[in-house]
């Protein structure tokens, strides 16, 4: 084996370690069932106006990376499953159907915004 051929392996070697590397801290870098994260608990969804029908909605995020949606729209009731992951005020739920919600929030820890514009606050 001829020296270029060696050292082009040796760069090789260690490109693929400082990937790995990377990745380990970028995962590391997000929460996924932290028990202390902000998130974990029971979330309520906040109605401040009259919409001309009856809604409300429960999420609860568990310390597990787990948690459950339940919405109640004009008396019928759904709930979904999903596993989520927190990366600083951010959070994803990744729902079995491959669905996907985002939602912030904030820094005092009392409200999160989910898919825009819909409030919750923590019980």
């Known amino acids: 084996m001829n020296s270029r051929t060696k050292s082009g392996r040796v760069r090789s070697v260690r490109g693929v370690i400082a990937l790995f590397f990377a990745l380990l801290l970028t995962l590391g870098a997000c929460e996924s069932g ?4 902000p998130f974990v608990g029971s979330w309520t969804l906040e ?3 009259d919409l001309g029908f009856d809604i409300s ?5 568990e310390s597990d990376g787990t948690g459950s949606a339940e919405v109640t729209f004009d008396g019928v009731s759904e709930t979904a499953e999903f596993d989520w992951t927190a990366d600083g005020n951010d959070i994803t739920m ?3 159907d491959g669905g996907i919600d985002t939602g912030t929030i904030s820094d005092d820890g009392k409200t999160l915004t989910m898919v825009g514009d819909l409030v919750f ?3």
Do not use: N, Q, V
């Open 121 to 123: 606050t923590k019980d």
């Open 34 to 37: 932290s028990a202390d994260s």
């Open 57 to 61: 909605g429960k999420i609860e995020i």
């Open 47 to 49: 109605i401040e106006e």
């Open 94 to 96: 990744e729902y079995p």
